[in-house]
Every structure is written in structure tokens, then in C-alpha cells.
């Protein structure tokens, strides 16, 4: 079969990496990013609310590539885990080889059937910044080809 493409890890996991040579690139909005997102992160999102619910971001591929080579160590996280898988599979189709989906995300990701879920990065207490370093937010980030 197959060989998964990219790794899923909770943000326990995912953070011991952040520790080491991986780059956070946050999905979300950039309403969601300005509320609060791990730190370091750059906000580069995979979907847009739209009329129909969320729709793809068509500058996602091209904004990561612009920023990031095919063998940089990513990780990409959203809010409970959907936005960042489909990032993951977008970009492991479009050549990324070193990619992590954060499990759970910022906000945690919720059992359908009632249990425990996720706890995501912000309800297991790690570090939170509501200040974007600079370059790395939605305006400074898109339109840039590199």
C-alpha cells in the first residue's frame, strides 16, 4: 500500500517537534490567527468562509511554496484537525515530503460519540501568542511569488 504521506500527531507530540527544526503554519482564518495561535506560527489559510460554508483557499498551495521548499519540516494546524488534514493532503499531492497534521489543533477536537476527543493546543496549557511576529501573518505572507 500507500505510505501515509504525512504524520498525524496531537499537539503533545507535534510541540516536542516545534522544539526542533519544524515550522507551524496555522490554517485558520486570520480572525481565528489574531485571537490567539501558537508561537512562531506563520497563518497562511486553507479555507475561506464563503456563501456555501468553507471554501478553499485557491492561494493556499501557492503561498506555501513561496515561503516554504518541498523538504522544509511543516506542520499545519487549525482549529480541531479537518482544515489541516485536507492542507496536508493538498500539499503532500503537490510535492511536500516532510509534513505533520496536528491532531485536535488549537481548540481541540470533540468525540462524536461523547467522549474525550482531542484537547487541543490551547486547553493543554501551552504557550499561547496573540501577537503575530513580524512577516508572518495573511497580508505579509500572500501575493508573494517567490
Not at 516536542?16 to 490567539?36: I, M
Not at 511543516?74 to 480541531?80: F, K, N, Q, S
Not at 493532503?89 to 474525550?116: S, V
Request: glycine share 16%; hydrophobic share 35%.
Amino acid at each position: 500500500g500507500q505510505a501515509m504521506s504525512y504524520e498525524t500527531l496531537n499537539p503533545e507530540e507535534t510541540r516536542a517537534r516545534l522544539d526542533g527544526d519544524w515550522t507551524y503554519v496555522d490554517v485558520r482564518t486570520p480572525e481565528e490567527f489574531a485571537r490567539g495561535h501558537v508561537p512562531g506560527a506563520y497563518n497562511i489559510p486553507a479555507f475561506f468562509p464563503g456563501p456555501m460554508g468553507m471554501m478553499p483557499n485557491p492561494e493556499f498551495p501557492g503561498a506555501v511554496s513561496a515561503h516554504f521548499a518541498a523538504d522544509r519540516a511543516l506542520v499545519m494546524g487549525c482549529a480541531a484537525g479537518g482544515r489541516s488534514m485536507h492542507a496536508c493532503e493538498q500539499l503532500a499531492a503537490g510535492g511536500y515530503t516532510k509534513l505533520i497534521n496536528m491532531d485536535g489543533g488549537f481548540n481541540g477536537r470533540p468525540d462524536p460519540t461523547g467522549g474525550p476527543g482531542v484537547p487541543g493546543w490551547q486547553e493543554r496549557g501551552f504557550p499561547v501568542a496573540d501577537t503575530c511576529e513580524e512577516g508572518r501573518d495573511w497580508e505579509s505572507l500572500k501575493g508573494v511569488q517567490g
